[in-house]
């Protein structure tokens, strides 16, 4: 059995992504700020794919700025809130205790240059709620960032309510969307957002393009200088392949939505209720509000990192959190934020599945996730003090 349970890292490309890609590889190559038909081929591709990408936030095709992922978006748009609001005396930012890294490292370097950062407290479940939000602005609050769902818990924030409370106190809200754009019905308009950032390869689209949404009168700062490339505010020469292929995996994730939703859930929940048998493991993150394909859950007494060798060698590809924190000894501060303790912290596992993956193989998960476990127990120091008592267990 071979089963790819990882979707929150990347996905697969689509067929239907790589065959609209592979013409602007092969015969549409032409760089689309070149006058001759080759390259103006290449800009209605681009203008086009701009087009659809609006359309599925609902959003102007002018708001919408190419990048090269999710990270370069994120980074451009915290850095635009910051620096229109040095213009006006106004240097403090708020955000969340569990946003990506190209969240948190962004806000740690503008910390450097003198600006505020508040991170909110996230609730136990993995839930921000919007009188938080509202009791931490400011006079002088510039940027309200908090992310659309969690990549390692899943659970899905109050974007709407968030964004109506910035919106009233006229503040700019930015929400790092990469893991809900194809998974979450998202209208810019109606959920009260000022700056939006997706990633491709979230979403059966190819890595390393991205898009930023930003409301028409905002203006952009580029992070990138040279030519005047996405209207001068992001500069290169555009990945016309990746945005196409962006394009075309985002509007067929839309058309599907509800569908591959409907079957992500049921599958989910079969894995959340296989899991929770185990003794001593608790699910992370809100049992409702996740992502429809988000299961991640810690077991106490083993390590994480041991879980996903051994369950690779049963043809199951899983994680334990966030792929950029995997290989480092520190446990997730995702995690931390809703107030694991670093013992159980190490232990989770996270299984965020796509659409393909069947019920058979959800119960093969199951199955295996339970092996693995007792197997680890069994060779654990940890374990054995704590079924001795000389450790208190921390969960049930
Ligand atoms: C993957 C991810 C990113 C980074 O996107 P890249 O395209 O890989 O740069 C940012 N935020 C979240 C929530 C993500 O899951």
Redesign the pocket.
Same mark, same amino acid.
Request: glycine share 14%; hydrophobic share 25%.
């Given at each position: 059995m071979n089963i790819y349970a990882d979707n929150?890292a990347t996905t697969r490309m689509s067929e239907k992504a790589l065959n609209a890609m592979l013409p602007y590889f092969r015969d549409v190559y032409g760089n689309p700020s070149s006058l001759h038909s080759i390259g103006q081929r290449a800009n209605e591709a681009l203008w086009a794919a701009r087009e659809t990408v609006a359309r599925c936030i609902n959003a102007d095709p002018k708001e919408i700025t190419f990048t #090269?992922?999710?990270?370069?978006a994120?980074n451009q748009a915290i850095v635009t809130a910051a620096k229109l609001g040095a213009k006006k005396g106004k240097k403090h930012i708020i955000s969340t205790a569990f946003e990506?890294h190209?969240?948190l490292h962004t806000l740690n370097k503008l910390q450097k240059e003198g600006y505020e950062i508040t991170l909110l407290d996230v609730h136990e479940n993995g839930l921000v709620s919007p009188e938080q939000v509202a009791e931490a602005i400011r006079d002088d609050t510039c940027l309200v960032t908090v992310?659309f769902?969690?990549?390692e818990i899943g659970t899905v924030q109050p974007i709407k309510e968030i964004g109506e409370v910035c919106r009233g106190k006229k503040v700019l809200f930015h929400t790092?969307a990469?893991?809900a754009a194809g998974h979450l019905f998202i209208d810019v308009k109606d959920m009260n957002v000022d700056m939006l #950032?997706i990633?491709a390869?979230?979403f059966h689209g190819p890595?390393g393009v991205?898009a930023l949404f930003c409301r028409k009168g905002i203006i952009l700062s580029s992070i990138i200088e040279g030519g005047a490339q996405e209207r001068g505010k992001r500069a290169g020469t555009e990945n016309i392949p990746g945005i196409v292929g962006m394009a075309t995996a985002l509007e067929d994730a839309c058309e599907r939505l509800d569908e591959n939703a409907a079957k992500m859930k049921k599958t989910r929940d079969i894995l959340i209720n296989g899991l929770s048998q185990i003794p001593h493991s608790v699910l992370n993150g809100d049992r409702e509000k996740r992502l429809p394909g988000n299961v991640n859950f810690c077991f106490e007494g083993i390590e994480g990192e041991s879980i996903l060798l051994l369950l690779d060698d049963k043809g199951i590809s899983a994680s334990s959190g966030s792929a950029c924190t995997s290989g480092s000894l520190e446990p997730s501060h995702v995690l931390l934020a809703i107030g694991r303790p670093h013992e159980i912290a190490h232990g989770s596992l996270r299984l965020s599945i796509d659409e393909t993956v069947s019920e058979e193989e959800a119960k093969y998960i199951i199955d295996s996730v339970k092996e693995t476990v007792e197997l680890l127990r069994g060779m654990s120091p940890v374990w054995r003090d704590l079924m001795s008592g000389k450790q208190k267990f921390i969960t049930k």
């Open positions: 929150a #090269s992922g999710g990270s370069e994120d990506h190209a969240v992310m769902a969690n990549n790092d990469v893991q #950032s990633s390869h979230k890595k991205g």
